[in-house]
């Protein structure tokens, strides 16, 4: 949906992403698949979760900001058949806001929270993306799911020359005391040095340091780690020196930061160096 103006590459549509069985892999298309999209994120959010919706969400039961329109949707679709046509049910989704988009906006999502500001005034030369809205639905909470997420986040990456990614990763509940263990894990073993370290926007950073590393039990604090931000770290991501308590959505999010030459060599050997493994071309 978005023109590539940052990086010259022709605009060419993109379509299937990726494929496994009868799940596919690829943008939304048009509005109606966005806005499908948004009210899978409600029935995740605001349904199952424990976020607050505005009276338009609610009124609408679509998960929306100002940001949908200037992103791509990333989606994973159930194509299973329906009787004699083809489902095409939306089960998973991610939001990408390439930097070439946020002129038209007061920067990036994740800018109300943390300074993203810094740390792309602190690396001019590189092309970022963030990722945001990460939602699959509770029965397709699997590998292959994630997976397609994976394929489908990598193929764009290399499509538009993607140097740094992005964006908030969350843990539920909004006491930082009860989540002691895993953010301090974070910050004396995941933590984000030097150029791309991040600190949250003033007044609304949380100490992630709780407990001395000496004093931390290493495998109780794993065992804490929502899955995504596991799946991060396997990936060679970093994490924000803070973290920020988001009351909305009731979750506490921390900043993941995941440059594309850090990337874990098993990640891209697994998924090819063009995303292939899933490529419906394969």
Known sequence: MRQPTDTGIPDTPIKTLGRINNLECRLAENPEEVRRSQN????VFYEEMSAKPGDYSRNNQRDVDEYDQYCDHLLVLDNQLD????????????????????GKLSGFYSQTEFDIDALVKCHPAEN???????????????????????????????RYGVDVMFGCASFDGT???LLAEPLSFLFHFARAKGEWEVFAQPDRGVNMNR?????????????QLPPLIKGYLRLGAAIGAEAVIDH????????IVLPVGNLNPRYVAYYGPNAE??????
Request: aromatic share 12%; hydrophobic share 35%.
């Open 175 to 177: 006491d930082p005391d």
């Open 248 to 255: 909305q959505f009731g979750c506490i999010d921390v900043l």
């Open 40 to 43: 899978m994120r409600y029935d």
């Open 277 to 282: 493994r899933y490529s419906p071309a394969r």
């Open 128 to 158: 970022f993306l963030e990722f945001g809205r990460s939602c699959v639905l509770p029965s397709y909470r699997n590998k292959r799911t994630i997976e397609l997420l994976w394929q489908g986040s990598w193929a764009y990456v290399r």
């Open 211 to 223: 407990i001395e590393a000496e004093n931390l039990d290493k495998r109780s604090a794993l065992r």
């Open 83 to 102: 009787g004699t046509a083809r489902s095409g049910k939306i089960v998973g989704s991610y939001r990408l806001l390439r930097q070439c988009e946020t």
